[in-house]
């Protein structure tokens, strides 16, 4: 297959606040969930449709993920992946550098500051779009990366952050 790779770095939608039950077990709330029903509709349209979608197991991201995908043929089912709770940009470095071929469009669905932080290290430049990120994303908000190498071959300054998507709030 030839073209670029397409990967989607997606920060949660906005969460409730810390409850008795924990941050992993946080729901979104009302806003949130309105930003993620936004948030699918534009992805679908400017980076879909998705051959992978890699999202943590946090409750926040698994209802982010399945509100922005909606019945869209355009979302495949998502991994949900205990170690996308807590890893950081080289973790996930490392496991996006072990996909396979077939997998050409990636969404991934996690946490500050690992979303904000894999988009700086892999991104091209030290332009303006790079010190924007570097300050960290805001809910809601999705990194869209062109990936011009293989997977295995993704490293640090090998992918340029084409867009920053975000729904209005």
Known sequence: MAGPRT????RHAKAEVLGQLGDEMRA????????ASALGSML???????????????L???????ILAG?????PKPRVL?????????????MLQRLGERDRRVVVVGHEPTMSSLAYLLHDSQDKMARQISLGIPTSTAC????????EELDRNRAHVREVVRPAH
């Open 144 to 151: 869209i990366l062109e990936v011009p190498v293989p997977w």
């Open 28 to 35: 979104l709330a009302p806003r949130g969930r309105r930003q």
């Open 71 to 75: 019945d869209s043929a355009d979302y």
């Open 44 to 58: 679908a349209a400017v980076a879909g449709p998705f051959d992978l979608a890699l999202v943590s197991s946090a």
């Open 7 to 10: 990967l989607v770095l997606v």
């Open 82 to 94: 205990d170690e996308l709770y807590q890893v950081n940009a080289h973790q996930l470095l490392g």
């Open 60 to 66: 926040r991201t698994q209802e982010t993920y399945r």
